[in-house]
């Protein structure tokens, strides 16, 4: 079991919007910094967003974090069938002071 | 461009000893701490390790303190993940890296390594 939370699978149709959801505590998510990235098996993870809800140059506006309290949010919107991946979301957790991850969500685009 | 390149595929015996390697590009491999994660169907993805290779100061995951050795060559760029005794336990995909992040809190990486697998098996 990871230490944060994530849905295993999520899904909509094309054009669709799409929200993961990422909980912890207040030992990780409540304190620190979320990031979240988009896994194509087989290949390198790739950043989506950083500090919550910033996203790194040549990441669409599609893609959206937010944060409140002990629980993350990623979006997703204008879904398109190239977004058929796996998303985690990190974070550090000061207790254990060791970095954090989510179990990965699977999206498909119906 | 910023890349990290891991080792390939692995297959080794049970109490074989391992050493991946994760070679840096296109930035100043010294000036940025370079973190290991282990990824397993049953686990997900588990923090091992981070390496700052400017002065190799390392902090382990108390998971795998002892279990693993990492390191790190700034004449050649290339950051390590070794094991002197190998398990079934450690078949798994292993990644390596970049914090961007300025400390901890600041917990964002880019680029990520392509993973290396590693399947031990008798």
């Known amino acids: 079991q990871s230490v944060l939370t994530q849905p295993p699978s999520v899904s909509a149709a094309p054009g669709q919007k799409v929200t993961i959801s990422c909980s912890g505590s207040?030992?990780?998510?409540?304190?620190?910094?979320v990031s979240w990235y988009q896994h194509f098996p087989g290949t390198a993870p790739k950043l989506l967003i950083y500090?919550?809800?910033k996203r790194p140059s040549g990441i669409p506006d599609r893609f959206s974090g937010s944060k409140s309290g002990t629980s993350a949010t990623l979006g997703i919107t204008g879904l398109q069938s190239g977004d058929e991946a796996d998303y985690y979301c990190?974070?550090?957790?000061?207790?254990?002071?060791?970095?954090?991850f989510g179990g990965g969500t699977k999206l498909t685009v119906l | 461009e910023v890349q990290l390149v891991q080792s390939g595929a692995e297959v080794k015996k049970p109490g074989e000893s391992l050493k991946i390697s994760c070679q840096s590009s296109?930035?100043?491999?010294?000036?940025?701490?370079i973190a290991w994660v282990r990824q397993t169907p049953g686990k997900g993805l588990e923090w091992m390790g981070i390496?700052?290779?400017?002065?190799?100061?390392?902090r382990y995951s108390p998971s795998f303190q002892g279990q693993v050795t990492i390191s790190a060559d700034k004449s050649i760029d290339t950051a390590y993940l070794q094991w002197s005794s190998l398990k079934a336990s450690d078949t798994a995909i292993y990644y390596c890296?970049?914090?961007?992040?300025?400390?901890?809190?600041?917990?964002?990486?880019?680029?990520w390594g392509q993973g290396t697998l590693v399947t031990v098996s008798s």
């Open positions: 890296m970049r914090r961007l992040g300025g400390s901890p809190s600041y917990f964002w990486f880019d680029p």
């Open positions: 296109g930035y100043i491999f010294s000036n940025y701490w």
């Open positions: 390496i700052y290779p400017g002065d190799s100061d390392t």
């Open positions: 207040s030992s990780n998510i409540g304190n620190n910094f």
């Open positions: 500090e919550n809800s």
């Open positions: 990190g974070t550090w957790d000061s207790s254990l002071s060791v970095g954090v």
